[in-house]
């Protein structure tokens, strides 16, 4: 009797990432179809295949080992190395990643956070001894240059997690860069974001980061990521980065125009960045220091005990770990959120038990594991 | 003489005074300690020791309990050869518990056996698949023994199997015991047998005693004492099925239209099966694999009430009425199971007589006149009309359900209508609930959805209480349209008569509450964020529940361009400059000394705050407060004080001081357990199946399409059906590394690549294993044949199963080949996409033109681009002078220039060794011995021998294989030629001694010896003295010969003798055993096949 491999289908571009990062954990083999067929200027993935509009994907092992990948200029080292981080812990043997390509921009998470939020959340699953990300350089929008290096252990089987006590926001850390600029402006950002929150908490401390030389990449820029832990460790963080203006506004000036195109030849307004609602082009750096600062407020206000860009890895490790209740607590679910939770459906059969609490304004997710382990591991 | 020591005393060991002596030592260690105190520090020191290593020794790896509160019945298996009573201790057992004489056994038999116990009974019959299965799911095994034959290969086997998926509970039991007529022989067998039995499982296993039958049952001390033993052992959870669901299936079913199968026979079935689940949750859509049949994906689970319940746990004795028994294939007092009921065939009043003249009664006629109904009820119902008013149209064919609802709100229409004229009365009634319903909206207006962003298209709702969403026709439906909004009117009067149709339209349909969980997993439902849209400040139910199409691509998000970042709009951000919002969040934050504690993560708590605080606090009640009070106060914080002081003085004192490391892991696995538990609780049924999957212990039926025909066809209950549960990484294929034992007692080594059947996970598969070795902790190097008493690595392609599986091999599971089946056994290491197992290559060649340190080597391969890849290699000559791979020569194609560490010689024969990766076949065929008409006659692939063997075919060999003789041809090295010249300048030490052969002998070796008369008479003498020795020898030797022919001819009669007394003895022996198999025959009478099988 031949049991046919089944094919899971899906549609569009969106969401690639997850689908993949799934498909390899899950071991199901996936098409995706209709990848931006209606776009006229970027359609599909030109390297797949014919059309470039669809592909199939078959996982097979997750081998781990020395890595060095150079990240395009499009999108920022985070979005290549999110999935990675959820994908390492189950690797045959230790994963040590180079990336090369842009840290820090307003679309994808910058290595900040996933230095300071996504990873030190690892060891609550069990994934703690010899996790790090070291940033070599820095690189920012549009020119890149940057390069990190991951590293992360494997292990057997997660833990399952009951994280539900948000508790008070005991103290704040925060990193502010900046490359190819006067380091003044590091320490103006520092300074007007630790304004606005020394009037909860004294214990702020907003490092700052500047690079030279070689370590600075090749496009100037300075960002903030702040992070905030509470007294049961939960960790709410946000970030903002310094890019350049955008093409549109930038009609108004025409001197400003030709100056900004002198420095970069590359358009800004098609692509990615048009996603953008807000504009990053602050005046001063004291604007970016506030704005972060407030950001992070409201993500204070949210609540819960898991922040909005590490809801994922959190769903998805509840997802992987024993057949165990495990449980978390959320401010509000992001649109990537309910994604993920619909794809974790789809292709674990997992689904949360997503419980309002109306008094704390927070949703409490709650889920049983899939008992998953790594099965690539090697026993001796 | 010395004087012998006095007779020691003897202590009485029986009579009153030993009585009375052994009274007061009971409690002695207890009441005075001191005197039982160690004597010497050696020996209590020892004592500790000994008591650590067995406390230690106990200990055994916490896991998870994943039992489920009201357990599934505990799987009883009884297992043995045939002939040792399998049957008959079921029945008998079944009969002690319930109460009930079973005649035949089929499948599963469920017995309650105790308040909160229930057993599973099942029989295992001599299939080596069906010990395989049993010994998966198996949670006690009683292990049938005929005493008066002893054990059989079966049961070994059987040991085998168990210690390789996962050693459940093994009690044995002892039969036959009443052949024994001798006593002696009796307890002499015993205690062998119990010897054997414990070094095969351990020492102190429990072994139980049947004797002999009464009435064909065994006697009910005895098995009322086995049924105690077995209602309060425990159970330890094995690895396997702590994260596996599987079940026993205790009923089948065809649910295939029969018209299809009329049509075509062999079609694929859809057959539900029934049965406990066990193991861990089953979740809905997960992949199963049933043992004998293949991979399945379930279509559909449902659970059903348990056929065989636990009587509520109030009462405290079993009651007759709860001891159910529950055994659907074996045939249990005529009762017949259905899909959801229970038939029970009594040939009663209602059964139609042939004779139509019979007087009936006026309800057996009704139920008789339903047996003849020539159609269904759904049938008859199209046909069927109903007129509800006199003026209405009469409804008919009631075919879909929008249909049947639209009639249903016309009803409600008009009932609505007539209702209205009361209406005006109860007027002032709705009002107050109008208001009511504003205040809602009031409140809801301030409280945010729990959904990011929340001017979007569409907007959730909290819900204050079930029944404030699922219940109040206002507020349920969230899409409801802008229309609605208008009931309330801005002056206050009241619209919402006006459109009663709709509303309750709207209140017929929207019965189901939407929770955040449908919305995000029963629609595609997806909040991006808009940032051009004014609302966001302004939320309120209008904008709640509307639905807006908007144009996905004016929004400017990020959740599509794929990532987890939601950006934060400028507008929102612009409510901190506000002081008062600000404020708010303070209390988010932790200040020392304000907050109520915050426990351990408080590591710089100082308390000069706390006390600056209480200060401040005390000052303004100073005033209220009496002396004594104020004293009470002083004296608490005081203490409190002292607490911390001490708690920082002392270290950290930790709630878990004292408890040893495996006690906190214990206590951290049950506290998970209870949470597991207990989180669900309150959920219904639907949603835990959906969430945390079905759970263990509840009766299901779970419905398979696409089952083979034979599995129906050639269904025999005797034979187990398992349903094992598949993880998602357990669906795929590939190369999986073992590390495997050829069974010490299994006859012959095992061949690379020649099939052979693993039991591994749930499945029994077929599969082509390559064994290697790792050598040189460098490469995995393949064995032609297993070790004989070594560990190997197999490779072989088949289903991924989590590292650290047991698995257990056979060659065959059809015939008996061998004396003992279980060919090799072992455990899973790793698992690949790709394997790297290696072959050594030699490849040879010889030089053609030899150099200094460089050589021209031809014949060691065909064309420039071997060469060209095999540059860089070691080579090496037989004489062990090592040397490199240069370049390719052009001229002659695979010639190559190759250095070396010294000068070779062209007779060298040079080798290149070099490693060649081997593939193990993709080669995997499930054993599916479920769908064959005689389960035990699988076949699956054969071996080169086999096929050879059963075709009468020859050998072909490679005649580049044979042995040839080894031709050594002598060398012949030519004479050392030195020229004159050099000769000549040579000095005379190493000049050549150029000396020809003389021709005759030599003037020493001529010579004459003359002896004189003295030396004469010396040679003389010593020749007569040897002549003397010799003849003495010679004597002897004959002599001695004689002697031994003679010692050989005696031996050889003893010999003769033993031959035939030891002939004598067996022919006794053979008769004796003929008569008693005869005999043994004649008494079975009944059931002569079983017993024939026992060779």
Same mark, same amino acid.
């Given at each position: 009797?031949?049991?046919?491999?089944?094919?899971?289908?899906?549609?569009?571009?969106?969401?690639?990432?997850?689908?993949?990062?799934?498909?390899?954990?899950?071991?199901?083999?996936?098409?995706?179809?209709?990848?931006?067929?209606?776009?006229?200027?970027?359609?599909?993935?030109?390297?797949?295949?014919?059309?470039?509009?669809?592909?199939?994907?078959?996982?097979?092992?997750?081998?781990?080992?020395?890595?060095?990948?150079?990240?395009?200029?499009?999108?920022?080292?985070?979005?290549?190395?999110?999935?990675?981080?959820?994908?390492?812990?189950?690797?045959?043997?230790?994963?040590?990643?180079?990336?090369?390509?842009?840290?820090?921009?307003?679309?994808?998470?910058?290595?900040?956070?996933?230095?300071?939020?996504?990873?030190?959340?690892?060891?609550?699953?069990?994934?703690?001894?010899?996790?790090?990300?070291?940033?070599?350089?820095?690189?920012?929008?549009?020119?890149?240059?940057?390069?990190?290096?991951?590293?992360?252990?494997?292990?057997?089987?997660?833990?399952?997690?009951?994280?539900?006590?948000?508790?008070?926001?005991?103290?704040?850390?925060?990193?502010?860069?900046?490359?190819?600029?006067?380091?003044?402006?590091?320490?103006?950002?520092?300074?007007?974001?630790?304004?606005?929150?020394?009037?909860?908490?004294?214990?702020?401390?907003?490092?700052?980061?500047?690079?030279?030389?070689?370590?600075?990449?090749?496009?100037?820029?300075?960002?903030?990521?702040?992070?905030?832990?509470?007294?049961?460790?939960?960790?709410?963080?946000?970030?903002?980065?310094?890019?350049?203006?955008?093409?549109?506004?930038?009609?108004?000036?025409?001197?400003?125009?030709?100056?900004?195109?002198?420095?970069?030849?590359?358009?800004?307004?098609?692509?990615?960045?048009?996603?953008?609602?807000?504009?990053?082009?602050?005046?001063?750096?004291?604007?970016?220091?506030?704005?972060?600062?407030?950001?992070?407020?409201?993500?204070?206000?949210?609540?819960?005990?898991?922040?909005?860009?590490?809801?994922?890895?959190?769903?998805?490790?509840?997802?992987?770990?024993?057949?165990?209740?495990?449980?978390?607590?959320?401010?509000?679910?992001?649109?990537?959120?309910?994604?993920?939770?619909?794809?974790?459906?789809?292709?674990?059969?997992?689904?949360?038990?997503?419980?309002?609490?109306?008094?704390?304004?927070?949703?409490?997710?709650?889920?049983?594991?899939?008992?998953?382990?790594?099965?690539?591991?090697?026993?001796? | 003489?010395?004087?012998?020591?006095?007779?020691?005393?003897?202590?009485?060991?029986?009579?009153?005074?030993?009585?009375?002596?052994?009274?007061?030592?009971?409690?002695?260690?207890?009441?005075?300690?001191?005197?039982?105190?160690?004597?010497?520090?050696?020996?209590?020191?020892?004592?500790?020791?000994?008591?650590?290593?067995?406390?230690?020794?106990?200990?055994?790896?916490?896991?998870?309990?994943?039992?489920?509160?009201?357990?599934?019945?505990?799987?009883?298996?009884?297992?043995?050869?045939?002939?040792?009573?399998?049957?008959?201790?079921?029945?008998?057992?079944?009969?002690?518990?319930?109460?009930?004489?079973?005649?035949?056994?089929?499948?599963?038999?469920?017995?309650?056996?105790?308040?909160?116990?229930?057993?599973?009974?099942?029989?295992?019959?001599?299939?080596?698949?069906?010990?395989?299965?049993?010994?998966?799911?198996?949670?006690?095994?009683?292990?049938?023994?005929?005493?008066?034959?002893?054990?059989?290969?079966?049961?070994?086997?059987?040991?085998?199997?168990?210690?390789?998926?996962?050693?459940?509970?093994?009690?044995?039991?002892?039969?036959?015991?009443?052949?024994?007529?001798?006593?002696?022989?009796?307890?002499?067998?015993?205690?062998?047998?119990?010897?054997?039995?414990?070094?095969?499982?351990?020492?102190?296993?429990?072994?139980?005693?049947?004797?002999?039958?009464?009435?064909?049952?065994?006697?009910?001390?005895?098995?009322?004492?086995?049924?105690?033993?077995?209602?309060?052992?425990?159970?330890?959870?094995?690895?396997?099925?702590?994260?596996?669901?599987?079940?026993?299936?205790?009923?089948?079913?065809?649910?295939?239209?029969?018209?299809?199968?009329?049509?075509?026979?062999?079609?694929?079935?859809?057959?539900?099966?029934?049965?406990?689940?066990?193991?861990?949750?089953?979740?809905?859509?997960?992949?199963?694999?049933?043992?004998?049949?293949?991979?399945?994906?379930?279509?559909?689970?449902?659970?059903?009430?348990?056929?065989?319940?636990?009587?509520?746990?109030?009462?405290?004795?079993?009651?007759?009425?709860?001891?159910?028994?529950?055994?659907?294939?074996?045939?249990?007092?005529?009762?017949?199971?259905?899909?959801?009921?229970?038939?029970?065939?009594?040939?009663?009043?209602?059964?139609?007589?042939?004779?139509?003249?019979?007087?009936?009664?006026?309800?057996?006629?009704?139920?008789?006149?339903?047996?003849?109904?020539?159609?269904?009820?759904?049938?008859?119902?199209?046909?069927?009309?109903?007129?509800?008013?006199?003026?209405?149209?009469?409804?008919?064919?009631?075919?879909?359900?929008?249909?049947?609802?639209?009639?249903?709100?016309?009803?409600?229409?008009?009932?609505?209508?007539?209702?209205?004229?009361?209406?005006?009365?109860?007027?002032?009634?709705?009002?107050?609930?109008?208001?009511?319903?504003?205040?809602?909206?009031?409140?809801?207006?301030?409280?945010?959805?729990?959904?990011?962003?929340?001017?979007?298209?569409?907007?959730?709702?909290?819900?204050?209480?079930?029944?404030?969403?699922?219940?109040?026709?206002?507020?349920?439906?969230?899409?409801?349209?802008?229309?609605?909004?208008?009931?309330?009117?801005?002056?206050?009067?009241?619209?919402?008569?006006?459109?009663?149709?709709?509303?309750?339209?709207?209140?017929?349909?929207?019965?189901?509450?939407?929770?955040?969980?449908?919305?995000?997993?029963?629609?595609?439902?997806?909040?991006?964020?808009?940032?051009?849209?004014?609302?966001?400040?302004?939320?309120?139910?209008?904008?709640?529940?509307?639905?807006?199409?908007?144009?996905?691509?004016?929004?400017?998000?990020?959740?599509?361009?794929?990532?987890?970042?939601?950006?934060?709009?400028?507008?929102?951000?612009?409510?901190?400059?506000?002081?008062?919002?600000?404020?708010?969040?303070?209390?988010?934050?932790?200040?020392?000394?304000?907050?109520?504690?915050? !426990? &351990?993560? #408080? @590591?710089?708590?100082?308390?000069?705050?706390? %006390?600056? =605080?209480? $200060?401040?606090?005390?000052? /303004? *009640?100073?005033?209220?407060?009496?002396?004594?009070?104020?004293?009470?106060?002083?004296?608490?914080?005081?203490?409190?004080?002292?607490?911390?002081?001490?708690?920082?003085?002392? !270290? &950290?004192? #930790? @709630?878990?001081?004292?408890?040893?490391?495996? %006690?906190? =892991?214990? $206590?951290?696995?049950?506290? /998970? *357990?209870?949470?597991?538990?207990?989180?669900?609780?309150?959920?219904?049924?639907?949603?835990?199946?959906?969430?945390?999957?079905?759970?263990?212990?509840?009766?299901?039926?779970?419905?398979?399409?696409?089952?083979?025909?034979?599995?129906?066809?050639?269904?025999?209950?005797?034979?187990?059906?398992?349903?094992?549960?598949?993880?998602?990484?357990?669906?795929?294929?590939?190369?999986?590394?073992?590390?495997?034992?050829?069974?010490?007692?299994?006859?012959?080594?095992?061949?690379?690549?020649?099939?052979?059947?693993?039991?591994?996970?749930?499945?029994?598969?077929?599969?082509?294993?390559?064994?290697?070795?790792?050598?040189?902790?460098?490469?995995?190097?393949?064995?032609?044949?297993?070790?004989?008493?070594?560990?190997?690595?197999?490779?072989?392609?088949?289903?991924?199963?989590?590292?650290?599986?047991?698995?257990?091999?056979?060659?065959?599971?059809?015939?008996?080949?061998?004396?003992?089946?279980?060919?090799?056994?072992?455990?899973?290491?790793?698992?690949?996409?790709?394997?790297?197992?290696?072959?050594?290559?030699?490849?040879?060649?010889?030089?053609?033109?030899?150099?200094?340190?460089?050589?021209?080597?031809?014949?060691?391969?065909?064309?420039?681009?071997?060469?060209?890849?095999?540059?860089?290699?070691?080579?090496?000559?037989?004489?062990?002078?090592?040397?490199?791979?240069?370049?390719?020569?052009?001229?002659?194609?695979?010639?190559?220039?190759?250095?070396?560490?010294?000068?070779?010689?062209?007779?060298?024969?040079?080798?290149?060794?070099?490693?060649?990766?081997?593939?193990?076949?993709?080669?995997?065929?499930?054993?599916?011995?479920?769908?064959?008409?005689?389960?035990?006659?699988?076949?699956?692939?054969?071996?080169?021998?086999?096929?050879?063997?059963?075709?009468?075919?020859?050998?072909?060999?490679?005649?580049?294989?044979?042995?040839?003789?080894?031709?050594?041809?002598?060398?012949?090295?030519?004479?050392?030629?030195?020229?004159?010249?050099?000769?000549?300048?040579?000095?005379?030490?190493?000049?050549?001694?150029?000396?020809?052969?003389?021709?005759?002998?030599?003037?020493?070796?001529?010579?004459?010896?003359?002896?004189?008369?003295?030396?004469?008479?010396?040679?003389?003498?010593?020749?007569?003295?040897?002549?003397?020795?010799?003849?003495?020898?010679?004597?002897?030797?004959?002599?001695?010969?004689?002697?031994?022919?003679?010692?050989?001819?005696?031996?050889?009669?003893?010999?003769?003798?033993?031959?035939?007394?030891?002939?004598?003895?067996?022919?006794?022996?053979?008769?004796?055993?003929?008569?008693?198999?005869?005999?043994?025959?004649?008494?079975?009478?009944?059931?002569?096949?079983?017993?024939?099988?026992?060779?």
């Amino acid at each position: 009797m031949v049991v046919k491999k089944e094919l899971l289908k899906f549609q569009g571009h969106n969401h690639f990432r997850q689908r993949l990062v799934l498909a390899t954990l899950s071991g199901k083999s996936i098409r995706i179809q209709n990848i931006r067929t209606d776009d006229q200027e970027h359609t599909g993935l030109t390297e797949i295949s014919y059309t470039g509009t669809s592909l199939t994907y078959h996982p097979g092992v997750i081998s781990g080992g020395a890595i060095n990948h150079d990240c395009p200029k499009t999108r920022a080292i985070g979005y290549f190395l999110e999935p990675l981080v959820a994908l390492a812990p189950f690797c045959k043997t230790p994963l040590s990643l180079t990336l090369n390509g842009i840290t820090n921009d307003n679309i994808d998470v910058s290595v900040d956070s996933i230095r300071t939020v996504l990873l030190p959340q690892l060891q609550r699953f069990g994934v703690s001894d010899g996790i790090e990300l070291k940033i070599n350089k820095r690189g920012a929008v549009p020119n890149g240059g940057g390069q990190v290096t991951f590293t992360c252990p494997i292990v057997k089987q997660l833990k399952p997690v009951q994280f539900t006590d948000s508790g008070l926001i005991k103290r704040i850390r925060g990193i502010a860069y900046c490359t190819r600029m006067s380091p003044q402006m590091a320490n103006r950002v520092v300074e007007s974001a630790r304004g606005i929150l020394t009037r909860y908490i004294p214990d702020v401390y907003i490092y700052t980061d500047v690079y030279k030389g070689n370590e600075s990449g090749a496009s100037p820029g300075y960002a903030l990521s702040l992070v905030a832990e509470s007294t049961t460790d939960a960790l709410i963080s946000t970030e903002c980065a310094y890019q350049p203006r955008k093409k549109a506004k930038l009609q108004e000036f025409d001197q400003s125009k030709m100056f900004q195109e002198s420095v970069n030849p590359v358009a800004e307004e098609e692509g990615l960045s048009s996603m953008l609602a807000n504009d990053y082009n602050f005046p001063t750096p004291e604007d970016l220091g506030v704005r972060t600062a407030r950001q992070l407020l409201t993500e204070i206000k949210k609540g819960g005990t898991v922040d909005t860009i590490s809801q994922w890895l959190n769903l998805l490790f509840i997802t992987l770990g024993p057949e165990d209740v495990g449980k978390i607590r959320v401010g509000a679910l992001s649109p990537f959120t309910i994604q993920y939770l619909r794809d974790l459906k789809t292709f674990f059969g997992t689904t949360f038990k997503l419980n309002p609490d109306k008094e704390t304004r927070t949703v409490v997710l709650t889920s049983v594991g899939v008992g998953f382990t790594n099965i690539n591991k090697k026993v001796t | 003489m010395e004087q012998s020591a006095p007779k020691a005393h003897r202590a009485r060991n029986a009579g009153p005074k030993a009585e009375k002596k052994k009274k007061h030592t009971k409690n002695l260690e207890k009441n005075n300690p001191k005197a039982f105190a160690p004597k010497s520090g050696r020996n209590a020191e020892r004592t500790a020791r000994r008591n650590m290593d067995l406390g230690q020794k106990k200990l055994h790896v916490p896991q998870v309990d994943r039992s489920a509160d009201e357990p599934p019945p505990i799987i009883v298996a009884v297992v043995g050869p045939p002939g040792t009573g399998k049957t008959t201790l079921i029945k008998s057992l079944v009969k002690r518990f319930t109460k009930h004489n079973l005649t035949e056994i089929n499948g599963p038999v469920t017995v309650v056996s105790g308040k909160t116990r229930r057993l599973t009974f099942i029989e295992c019959n001599n299939d080596i698949n069906s010990m395989v299965d049993i010994g998966k799911v198996a949670d006690l095994v009683l292990l049938l023994i005929d005493a008066s034959y002893g054990f059989e290969m079966e049961t070994f086997e059987f040991l085998n199997i168990l210690q390789s998926h996962g050693f459940p509970k093994v009690m044995g039991v002892l039969t036959h015991l009443d052949k024994f007529k001798d006593s002696k022989r009796l307890r002499k067998t015993k205690k062998v047998l119990k010897q054997r039995f414990w070094t095969e499982i351990y020492q102190g296993a429990k072994l139980f005693y049947l004797s002999g039958l009464i009435n064909g049952r065994y006697p009910k001390n005895e098995i009322m004492n086995l049924s105690r033993f077995i209602s309060v052992m425990k159970f330890r959870p094995l690895i396997w099925r702590n994260t596996h669901p599987y079940m026993l299936a205790d009923r089948m079913e065809d649910l295939t239209d029969p018209e299809k199968v009329r049509v075509e026979p062999k079609c694929d079935r859809t057959v539900s099966l029934y049965g406990y689940l066990r193991g861990t949750n089953l979740k809905a859509n997960s992949k199963v694999h049933i043992p004998g049949v293949g991979d399945l994906s379930i279509e559909n689970i449902s659970i059903l009430p348990d056929p065989c319940p636990i009587p509520d746990k109030t009462r405290k004795l079993l009651n007759e009425k709860h001891k159910l028994i529950y055994a659907p294939m074996s045939d249990v007092g005529g009762i017949m199971y259905d899909k959801d009921a229970v038939y029970i065939n009594v040939p009663g009043a209602f059964t139609k007589s042939q004779n139509p003249d019979e007087e009936v009664g006026y309800g057996e006629k009704m139920v008789q006149n339903l047996q003849d109904a020539s159609q269904t009820l759904e049938e008859t119902m199209k046909g069927s009309t109903l007129q509800i008013f006199n003026s209405s149209k009469p409804l008919a064919n009631l075919e879909e359900e929008s249909d049947y609802e639209s009639d249903m709100e016309e009803d409600f229409q008009e009932e609505d209508e007539e209702d209205s004229d009361d209406e005006d009365e109860t007027d002032y009634e709705s009002e107050v609930e109008e208001v009511d319903a504003n205040d809602k909206r009031n409140r809801r207006k301030v409280r945010k959805p729990v959904v990011e962003n929340e001017n979007e298209e569409e907007k959730i709702e909290y819900a204050d209480s079930d029944s404030d969403m699922g219940l109040d026709d206002d507020e349920e439906d969230p899409f409801e349209d802008d229309d609605e909004e208008v009931d309330i009117g801005i002056d206050g009067t009241l619209h919402w008569k006006e459109n009663l149709i709709e509303q309750a339209e709207k209140r017929f349909n929207s019965t189901k509450r939407v929770n955040l969980m449908d919305l995000v997993y029963n629609t595609d439902y997806m909040p991006y964020d808009n940032p051009e849209s004014e609302e966001y400040e302004d939320v309120d139910d209008s904008d709640l529940f509307k639905v807006k199409k908007v144009d996905n691509h004016k929004i400017k998000s990020l959740a599509f361009v794929d990532t987890c970042k939601v950006e934060v709009p400028d507008e929102l951000l612009a409510e901190w400059e506000d002081e008062d919002t600000l404020d708010e969040l303070a209390s988010r934050f932790f200040i020392k000394g304000t907050e109520e504690k915050t !426990g &351990e993560n #408080d @590591e710089e708590g100082d308390f000069e705050d706390l %006390e600056k =605080q209480d $200060e401040t606090q005390e000052e /303004q *009640q100073e005033e209220e407060l009496t002396l004594e009070e104020q004293r009470d106060i002083n004296a608490k914080r005081k203490e409190e004080l002292k607490k911390k002081f001490d708690a920082q003085y002392d !270290g &950290e004192e #930790d @709630e878990d001081e004292g408890k040893t490391f495996y %006690e906190t =892991q214990k $206590e951290e696995l049950a506290r /998970q *357990q209870q949470m597991n538990r207990e989180e669900f609780e309150g959920d219904s049924p639907e949603v835990r199946a959906q969430i945390e999957g079905y759970r263990a212990g509840t009766y299901v039926r779970i419905v398979f399409k696409n089952m083979p025909c034979e599995f129906v066809e050639l269904f025999n209950p005797e034979y187990p059906v398992i349903v094992g549960g598949l993880l998602a990484s357990e669906e795929q294929f590939g190369f999986l590394q073992v590390r495997i034992k050829k069974h010490r007692w299994g006859r012959k080594i095992l061949k690379t690549n020649d099939p052979l059947i693993f039991s591994l996970g749930w499945r029994r598969f077929q599969t082509m294993p390559l064994y290697s070795l790792f050598s040189e902790a460098t490469r995995n190097r393949m064995l032609k044949y297993t070790p004989e008493h070594m560990h190997c690595l197999a490779t072989f392609y088949g289903p991924i199963t989590p590292q650290n599986t047991g698995f257990c091999c056979l060659q065959s599971v059809s015939e008996r080949k061998e004396a003992f089946r279980i060919a090799a056994t072992g455990v899973v290491l790793d698992i690949d996409r790709t394997s790297e197992v290696v072959k050594k290559l030699k490849l040879t060649g010889t030089p053609y033109k030899v150099f200094k340190n460089t050589a021209f080597v031809k014949d060691m391969f065909t064309s420039s681009l071997e060469v060209a890849k095999m540059e860089g290699a070691a080579i090496r000559t037989v004489s062990g002078i090592r040397g490199q791979v240069k370049k390719a020569l052009p001229k002659p194609e695979g010639y190559f220039r190759a250095t070396f560490e010294d000068k070779i010689l062209m007779s060298d024969i040079i080798f290149l060794r070099a490693w060649y990766p081997v593939k193990p076949k993709k080669y995997y065929n499930p054993v599916t011995s479920l769908l064959l008409q005689e389960k035990t006659k699988w076949k699956g692939m054969r071996t080169n021998g086999q096929i050879r063997r059963e075709e009468n075919l020859k050998l072909e060999q490679n005649k580049d294989s044979f042995y040839k003789p080894i031709e050594r041809k002598t060398r012949r090295f030519n004479k050392l030629q030195i020229p004159k010249s050099l000769a000549s300048s040579l000095p005379f030490a190493t000049k050549p001694k150029l000396l020809s052969k003389r021709n005759k002998p030599s003037l020493l070796t001529r010579r004459a010896v003359v002896k004189d008369a003295e030396e004469k008479k010396v040679t003389h003498f010593i020749n007569q003295l040897n002549t003397v020795r010799n003849e003495k020898a010679a004597k002897a030797k004959v002599k001695n010969a004689e002697k031994r022919a003679e010692y050989i001819k005696k031996k050889k009669a003893v010999e003769e003798m033993d031959v035939m007394k030891r002939k004598e003895r067996a022919k006794e022996y053979y008769k004796q055993e003929g008569q008693k198999r005869a005999r043994e025959a004649a008494s079975a009478g009944g059931r002569p096949a079983k017993k024939a099988k026992k060779q």
